[in-house]
């Protein structure tokens, strides 16, 4: 399992309209093939710079690469994220401990 997020910053200048259009198409990337339990998350901590996230799980490194070559996925990224995003920390985790199976 891939656990995949981004942390991030708007541009000072995106309007509160804006970023509702960007939420509004991070949720379309919910509909490619094997995207899973997608979150669009709010920073409530003072403890870094970044403002929201983008999280989502993929079943393997395959699947989450097909997202990343999607043209949809492709789109999103030349028509909000390089226009609208200042700054952002992308995080891809693969589970090392099954926890259940330590119970």
């Known amino acids: ?9 708007f541009k000072p200048a995106i309007s509160e309209i804006e970023k509702q259009d960007f939420f509004k198409a991070a949720l379309e990337l919910s509909q490619i093939p094997g995207v899973q339990k997608f979150k669009a998350l709010k920073q409530t901590s003072s403890k870094n710079k970044f403002e929201f996230g983008l999280s989502m799980e993929f079943d393997n490194y395959k699947v989450y690469e097909n997202y ?9 990224i030349q028509n909000y994220w390089l226009k609208m995003v200042e700054d952002f920390l992308e995080i891809d985790y693969e589970s090392i401990i099954d926890i259940s199976k330590l119970k």
Do not use: A, R, T
């Open 68 to 76: 990343n070559n999607h043209p949809n996925h492709k789109l999103f």
């Open 1 to 9: 399992m891939i656990d995949h997020s981004v942390i991030f910053k």
